[in-house]
Each structure stands twice: as structure tokens, then as C-alpha cells.
């Protein structure tokens, strides 16, 4: 994914481990760098050294890297790009026209957004058993489970719940759902 491709960030989005960040500084090419955020939220920048990135909005990213570069160029203008997002991003399984995994840019994405960024939910779909698994900070993992077709025709809860860093929204098959009965 390309950061043409992307929608904007919020500017409190705050960068996190594996995330792709283009640094320029504009007037010295030789100090523009395409770099990765590492485990422990860090980048290595040329002249500065490293620099703790994670936590931090690439705004507040730039500026800490030009106060950095000023003892050794001066007046310093930086941009701090996001190129790719790998830190915040949920997964979509199940039903829906294309599983995978997309990156969060926001606190408030809802399931419904969710599944609309995998293609929606395929005929084969039952919404009525939509779950949705979050792995929170404890060990356990949280399991939601709520009925999509309620919330998609009014019926239901006028909210659809939000998705979270780490989600698995499930969209389960009508086949799993299939009773035979036989009489006589």
C-alpha cells in the first residue's frame, strides 16, 4: 500500500512498531531516509542517531528530529510521512467478499465500515452470529458477539460496536447453522 493510497491520518495518530515512515528534509536529499519503526519504538536517523518514534504523531515526529538536526544544519524543515501502517491494523474472516487484514486509522471505525473494507458479507453470510474477537491487554481474549442484521435493519442497537487495534470480526456461514429433521 502506498501513502498516495491511504486516507489521511488523524493528526493524533500516534506511530507504533513496524509502521513505514519517509523522513525528508527539504533542501538535503542526502538526509532523506525511508525507515521502519523497530520493536521498541525506535528509528535510526542519520546525523541524529536514534530517536524514540513510537507514541509519537508524525508531526510531533518531525519536530523532534529537527530540533535534533539544528546543531548540524541549519533552519531544518522536516516531513515526516506515513508509507505504511502495520502497527494498527484488525482482520475481517468468514462471509465476506475479501478476508484479510487492513489497517485502523481511526478510534471510531465501526464493524459496518469494517466489513465494507473486506467487500461485505457474501450470500452465504449470517449475520445474525457476527462476532467480533479482542485480544485486550489480559492473557484472555474478549469474544462480542452481536446480530448484524438487527443493527442493519433498525432493530437492534442504534451503535455498531467500534473496532479496536488487533480485532478479528467474523462473519459466520449460514452452513454452520443447518438442522435436518426428520419426521416419520
Known sequence: VSAASLPDASPLFALGPGDTIKVTVWGYPELSEQLVILPDGTISYPLVGVVHAGGLSAQALSRTIERALERHVPSPHVSVVISEMRSRNYSVIGEVGRPGTFPLWNETAT???????????????????????????????????????????????????????????????????????VLG
Open 111 to 181: 464493524v459496518l465500515e469494517a466489513i465494507a473494507q473486506a467487500g461485505g458479507m457474501t450470500a452465504y453470510a449470517l449475520p445474525a452470529a457476527a462476532k467480533i474477537f479482542r485480544h485486550g491487554r489480559q492473557a484472555a481474549a474478549d469474544t462480542v458477539t452481536f446480530d448484524l442484521s438487527a443493527l442493519l435493519e433498525g432493530s437492534g442497537p442504534s451503535f455498531a460496536p467500534t473496532v479496536r487495534p488487533g480485532d478479528v470480526v467474523y462473519i459466520p456461514s449460514q452452513s454452520q447453522q443447518r438442522r435436518i429433521c
